[in-house]
């Protein structure tokens, strides 16, 4: 029962959020979409960090403040905090435990990989801890999500093979975009359950349509820096501009489609999924499989 409810502080099924930023970093590294023998252990232990050990340190510090919260939102109930199955205590513990285990496994990869874990792990405990509790400060609760995920994240699997040195900064513009537009959608989610609880999110302080046209707005920002980049010949190769110009305005319109009206973590997750499609063309195009 313990074990099982660790696991479900960690939230196996966000681990791919954070996973396919880390896998990019080293597709854009490397050219490859399969790391050789050299790289696959570096590649699977930061993995290890990037997934479930970071995950657990920041996903259960972040329960154990949000408890009040988490109370009144149906879409918690069931949970080990919730249930009284792990109290507040504990849960902080097992996320310092986690946490000093993530940057001991990632001090192995590297030192620029450690210092991404631990950057990456300060800005969790900085997101959910008070005093600064980033996450009721509108504005930099978005910035923590979309900066780990859409900056860190690349860097980190970048950085797991060697220097950052090299790394392609444009890219982290890009990713930031995608950040802004997947995480503002949640915090709309949550809406009323943070608005009983006195939690200032972005979604409290601009209300739910202003805060919609922000995140919209960013996904937009970031299908048409997909097509600067192709048309620029910079990092997205000239030849898929063919494809962007297709792919582009379905993914503009998905947004608005699925999550204008109704914001669920299910439509989320769905519009993520999307991003799947010109991530996975841009990976056998970067890498010569799709000439």
């Not at 923590?144 to 392609?168: C, D, E, K, V």
Request: charged residues 10%.
């Amino acid at each position: 029962m313990f074990a099982r409810d660790v696991c479900a502080l960690a939230r196996p099924q966000f681990w791919p959020v954070s996973l396919l930023p880390y896998y990019t970093g080293f597709l854009l590294a490397t050219h490859r979409l399969v790391p050789t023998a050299d790289q696959l252990p570096r590649l699977l232990i930061g993995g290890l960090v990037a997934g479930p050990l970071v995950w657990l340190a920041v996903l259960a510090i972040n329960d154990a403040y949000d408890l009040p919260g988490d109370l009144r939102n149906p879409r918690k109930a069931g949970t080990p905090l919730t249930t009284g199955r792990l109290t507040p205590q504990l849960v902080r513990r097992i996320a310092a435990i986690s946490a000093a285990i993530a940057v001991a496994v990632a001090s192995t990869v590297g030192l620029y990989f450690a210092v991404g874990t631990l950057i990456a792990l300060t800005l969790g405990w900085a997101y959910s801890a008070p005093p600064i509790r980033l996450k009721t400060r509108p504005g930099a609760d978005v910035a923590a999500n979309a900066l780990a995920l859409g900056a860190l994240g690349p860097m980190s699997g970048w950085a797991a093979l060697g220097s950052p040195a090299g790394f392609p900064w444009v890219m982290c513009v890009q990713g930031t975009l995608v950040g802004v537009a997947l995480y503002i959608p949640t915090t709309l989610a949550d809406y009323r359950a943070d608005v009983a609880s006195g939690f200032d999110t972005i979604a409290v302080r601009l209300g739910l349509r202003r805060a919609y046209v922000v995140g919209y707005a960013a996904w937009v920002a970031a299908a048409a820096c997909c097509v600067v980049l192709a048309a620029t010949d910079t990092m997205i190769p000239r030849h898929m501009l063919g494809f962007e110009a297709v792919i582009v305005p379905g993914l503009v319109a998905a947004y608005h489609l699925l999550l204008g009206r109704t914001q669920t973590f299910a439509r989320i997750t769905a519009v993520a999924f999307l991003f799947l499609i010109p991530s996975g063309v841009f990976a056998l195009t970067y890498t010569g499989v799709l000439g």
